[in-house]
Each structure stands twice: as C-alpha cells, then as structure tokens.
T-cell receptor
C-alpha cells in the first residue's frame, strides 16, 4: 500500500541554520505530494505541494522538489527562524485511491532556538 | 479566507458521558475527513465522507464512535460512552468539489481538544 516515511525528530537547530527534513514515499503511479505544517495549538496548514516529477513547491522560504527517481520530497529552508518551530508532515495523494484520502508521514518536530 | 470551523475548541468531560464534536466544512467542498491526533499514535484517519455518504470508517472504534453528515454544512463525530483513552485532538478537514481536484490537498480545522477524566 501507499506509505510516507519521514525522519524522526525532534530536530533542534539555531536560528539562521539550514533545515532539511527527509521524506520518501511508496505509491503506485504518480501521486501528488504535500508538506503540511502544524504550529503549536493549531491544525495542519498546507505549506507547499508538487503534482508531478521535477516540480518544485515553495512557500515562506521553504522548498521541496518532487524526485520520482528517488521517490523523495525533501523539505528545505536556507535560514530558519524561531517562528518556524512546528511539526512538519509529509503527505501524498495517490491518483487512484478511493476517495483520494491523503497518506501522512509520522511528522517531524522542529525546534529553532534563538 | 475560507476555513473549516470546528466546535467546541476544548471539551473536558467525565468518563461515560456522551461527547459530540461538530465541523462546518468549506462551502463547496464535497469530501470531509475526521482525524485524531495523539502523542503516541500520531495522526489517525477515523472516517471520511464524499457528498455526505460515508466512504470509509474503518479507523473508528465502532462500538462507541459514530460519524454523520446531516447536511452539507455540518459533520458530527460522536463518542458514547467516552473513555479516558479517547483524550486527543480531533481534526476535521475538507476538500474537493465540483471543478476542483485533490492536487490542492485539504483544509484542516483548528481541532477539538478532548479530555476525558
């Protein structure tokens, strides 16, 4: 079945550091890929998405590239801020799944220290 | 911005009591999801509906949980009787609809934080 694997956290880093969160997936066909972010006490918010191979999603300084050859969708940000402290979820939407329900990874908690 | 509205935001109840959580999906979205989030289990899909019809509720404990969509503007998740292990944050999400596609993902509500004592 479809699955998403992302690195376990917590990831702790200093302000202005480079952030990478790895995400790999297993799916049939060509799924759409997403990163969601959850700030403390809030629901999940769509951060960025990519719908086909080599697409790059970007938002708020974050980027992720859909790599079909490595079935990956790693999230990166060049210079993090304290306000980026949150839990990040990688997810996929398989093309042919009934109901098109998203499959989520386990989430990666990121803590940015001043 | 359109948003998914969940009520109540917080609920504390005693074991054995009935709990009802409500969700107003975004107007025009035809698919509604209920998720549960805990520290131990992470994000779990409980049930989801398409055009108000249940598509999959295999993630729900059938003996105590029930989910319904009385109309297109309201989805409910009910627990009866509630137990301490039901303590979690329950999220509703909506997506899809005529002319849209799921490459846009879903929109989540802010959640209901349930504490059963």
């Amino acid at each position: 079945g479809d699955s998403v694997t992302q690195m376990e956290g917590p990831v702790t880093l200093s302000e202005e550091a480079f952030l990478t969160i790895n995400c790999t997936y297993t799916a049939t066909g060509y799924p759409s890929l997403f990163w969601y972010v959850q700030y403390p006490g809030e629901g999940l918010q769509l951060l960025l998405k990519a719908t086909k191979a080599d697409d790059k999603g970007s938002n708020k300084g974050f980027e992720a590239t859909y790599r079909k050859e490595t079935t990956s969708f790693h999230l990166e940000k060049g210079s993090v801020q304290v306000s980026d402290s949150a839990v990040y979820f990688c997810a996929l939407n398989p093309i042919k799944a009934a109901g098109n329900k998203l499959t989520f990874g386990g989430g990666t908690r990121v803590l940015v220290k001043p | 911005d359109a948003r998914v509205t969940q009520t109540p935001r917080h609920k504390v109840t005693e074991m054995g009591q009935e709990v009802t959580m409500r969700c107003q999906p975004i107007l025009g979205h035809n698919t509604v999801f209920w998720y549960r989030q805990t520290m131990m289990q992470g994000l779990e899909l409980l049930a989801y509906f398409r055009n108000r019809a249940p598509l999959d509720d295999s993630g729900m404990p059938k003996d105590r949980f029930s989910a319904e969509m009385p109309d297109a503007t309201l989805a409910t998740l009910k627990i009866q009787p509630s137990e301490p292990r039901d303590s979690a944050v329950y999220f509703c999400a909506s997506g899809g609809g005529t002319g849209s596609d799921f490459s846009y993902g879903y929109t989540f509500g802010s959640g209901t934080r349930l504490t059963v004592v």
